[in-house]
C-alpha cells in the first residue's frame, strides 16, 4: 500500500516542521524566531494556495519556528529574578511585533496575489 | 548529525500532535482563541515539568539527547506563538481590542504559571 506523500498529512506537516525546528534551535533567539514565525504565518495565510502548502509552511514551517513553552520559560527566569520592568516591555512589545509581523506578511502575500 | 536526528524527531511529533489536539479541541466548540491557549498552557507545563526533572538527573548519560528531543524539538514545536497572535491579529481587525487584550493577558499569566506549576511540582 503506497501513501500518496501530497495527501499524507502528517508527512506534509513534517516537511515544514523539521526545518522550522532546527532553524529555531540554530537561532536559539526567541524574539527573533518568533518575528520570523509571525510573518511567514502572515504571509502564506493570505497567499492563494494549496491546503498541502499551507499545511507544511503554516502548519509545519510557521508553527515550529515559533515557540510559546520557551517564551514561558524566559518570561519565568525574568519574573523569578525581579526584572518585573523587564518582563512588562519584553512581553508587551513580542506581542505588539508579533502582530505587526503577521500584517506586515498579510501585506506582501496580498501584493504577490494581485 | 545525532543532535539533528533528535530535535527533528521531536519537531515531527510535536507538531502533529499540535494539529491533531487543535483538531480535537476544536470540535469540542472552545471557541477559536481558547484552542491555541489550551494547547499552549500544556506544553508550558510539560516543558517546566521536564527541565525541572532532567536538572536533577544531569549526570544522566542521555541527558543531553533528552533536552535536544523533548524540550527543543517536541515542547517547541507543540507549543506556538505564531497561531497565538494570529489570534490576536483576528480580533484586532475585528475591531475586538478588549477581547484581544484579555487572550493575550491570560495566555501569558496561564503560560508562566503553569511553567513554574511544573516547574515548582518536583523542585519543592
Not at chain 1, 16 to 36: H, K, M, S, T, Y
Not at chain 2, 65 to 82: A, K, N, P, R
Not at chain 2, 110 to 121: D, M, V
Amino acid at each position: 500500500m503506497a501513501i500518496d506523500i501530497r495527501k499524507n498529512k502528517f508527512i506534509l506537516i513534517s516537511l515544514g516542521a523539521i526545518p522550522g525546528a532546527l532553524l529555531r534551535w540554530q537561532i536559539d533567539e526567541i524574539f527573533i524566531v518568533n518575528l520570523i514565525g509571525c510573518f511567514v504565518l502572515g504571509f502564506i495565510n493570505s497567499l492563494d494556495i494549496s491546503k498541502r502548502y499551507k499545511l507544511i509552511l503554516g502548519v509545519g514551517l510557521s508553527g515550529s519556528i515559533t515557540t510559546f513553552s520557551g517564551w514561558s520559560f524566559y518570561s519565568y527566569k525574568l519574573l523569578s529574578q525581579g526584572l518585573y520592568r523587564l518582563f512588562l516591555f519584553t512581553s508587551i512589545s513580542m506581542i505588539l511585533i508579533g502582530v505587526f509581523a503577521i500584517y506586515l506578511g498579510h501585506m506582501f502575500g496580498k501584493k504577490l496575489n494581485l | 548529525m545525532v543532535e539533528i536526528f533528535f530535535v527533528s524527531l521531536g519537531s515531527i511529533l510535536g507538531a502533529n500532535t499540535r494539529f491533531e489536539f487543535h483538531n480535537k479541541l476544536e470540535k469540542c466548540h472552545l471557541g477559536k482563541g481558547f484552542v491555541i491557549i489550551v494547547i499552549n498552557t500544556f506544553a508550558s507545563f510539560l516543558l517546566g515539568l521536564f527541565l525541572s526533572i532532567i536538572e536533577k538527573f544531569s549526570s544522566f548519560n542521555y541527558s543531553h539527547q533528552l533536552v535536544l528531543f523533548f524540550s527543543i524539538g517536541f515542547l517547541g514545536s507543540l507549543s506556538t506563538f505564531s497561531s497565538f497572535v494570529y489570534e490576536l491579529f483576528d480580533l484586532c481587525i475585528q475591531l475586538k481590542f478588549l477581547k484581544a487584550l484579555k487572550v493575550s493577558i491570560s495566555s501569558v499569566s496561564l503560560g508562566i504559571i503553569s511553567f513554574a506549576f511544573g516547574f515548582l511540582l518536583v523542585n519543592q
